[in-house]
């Protein structure tokens, strides 16, 4: 009787305590639900949606917002956002499925898959391993004009890679490089026989149930969709969406709140979901072992107040150390569009949070907010704290950009008539930029993609906005001979010849 009283005793024990657990977790998601709106006001962000998963249950999952400002639309849970760079763990774990199928080794050469791709260094052609394809670290800089500033498919962005010349030794350091997340998406499509945007939703969308998720802007339906929002002097406005879709495997992902959870889970779970695993164990703990270490000025600004010990990369995944536990986590960002997805899975505790207006860095906050919360305790205030570390590094970018305008010299000419300026500049890498006259000004159209009007700025540089104001002002400064015969362009860091 004495044995089956105590069992009895501590059932109730139990169940009590689960009572308890259970009450204060109700306050803490009360809790977290307002801080939420809050920070998403303090941040002037249009349109929010977040998901936690903690212990392998989606414990929180919930929309803020506008889809569009100035409109009645609010943000559900299947509105569709831009996972933007958040793609790219989504393309390590393809890449794994075929690992763990033996059809590929992250330790193949590229050139095995793709004979055809080639770089500027014949040795890093040569040597270049799947894995690296992940890890930003191939000594080739920042790519991304290749297809921000050109219209050209993605066999053509990765054919030109072959001119870019390296920034750094081979496996030295780290540079995000966009451009390698296509050259893997070329790779999983030559060894499965399938697209990369067929085989991720075969593999992936398909066995989570993720019905709502697309591989490309062009495949996501304009219904319940977010506009993308920048602020422009002081305030937002709806820009044009940005496609990644020429470089899909880096970043084309559009997806909801409800669909994205079911990633987040299944991720921080070492790939399982019920029914089964996308990937086995060992090739989970491949893609979020540290693989790279990243310099502070490659990390997030972020770090200045986290202050980890540690910063490094894995395959789609950026790491640090958080409270001492290990911190895996990536955001995604587009022009008017954000996301960002952590995970510590020692605390079995994963954050999804999109955005759609452009920037906006409550986004780490409220990952942070969600970890202490859940999992690591701690009362800081990240929203505040970060909001006033961006508005002081946003402030001290105007302040450089100012001292540097102050470098005028003032009351110049230019050398020739505006017309000596007009012409076709082409560079192998940019591509074709016009220049025609537009009164007393300057007209520039870089690939049919990009144009600006330019206004006379000092001896021979022009300078202007954007026809698309969000993407901010273009320089141009012309280069002379010694005839006096303007010869070339230096614009967005290339120096274009002018034809003949």
Known sequence: MKKIGLLLFCGVLTINFAFAQSKALTQQLKEFDTYVENARKQWDAVGLAITVVKDNEVIFKKAYGLRELNTNNAVDNNTLFACASTTKAMTATCMGILVDEGKVDWNDPVIKYLPEFQLYDPYVTREMRIKDLFLHNSGVGNTDFLWSYMDISSEEILERMRWVKPSYSFRSSFIYQNIF?????????????KPWEEFVKERIFSPLGMNNTYPTLNAAPN????????????????IEDMSADAIGPAGSVWSSIEDISKWTKSMLDSGKYEGGRLVQPKTWEEMTSVQTLVPSSEFYPTAQLTKPNFTSYGLGWFQQD????????????????IAIHGQIPEERIAVYVFGNTDHVEVRHALMYKAFDLFA????????????????????AGKAAQKAQDEKRVANT?????????TGTYQDKLLGEVKVSTDGNNLSVNINNMHKATLSHWNFDTFKGPMEKKWNGDMTALFQLNT???VTALDLAGFTLQKMK
């Open 376 to 395: 690591l305790g701690g009362t800081t205030d990240w929203s505040s704290d970060f909001l006033k570390l961006y508005t002081q590094l946003f402030e």
């Open 181 to 193: 997340y296509l050259a893997a998406g070329q790779v999983i499509e030559k060894v499965s026989g």
């Open 223 to 238: 219904t319940n969709r977010t506009k993308p929002h920048m602020k422009m002097e002081g305030k937002n406005i709806v």
């Open 322 to 337: 958080y409270k001492g536990r290990k911190l895996n986590f990536h955001t995604g960002s587009l022009p008017g569009s």
């Open 413 to 421: 000419k230019p050398s020739l008539p505006l017309s000596a300026y």
């Open 483 to 485: 005839a006096g015969e």
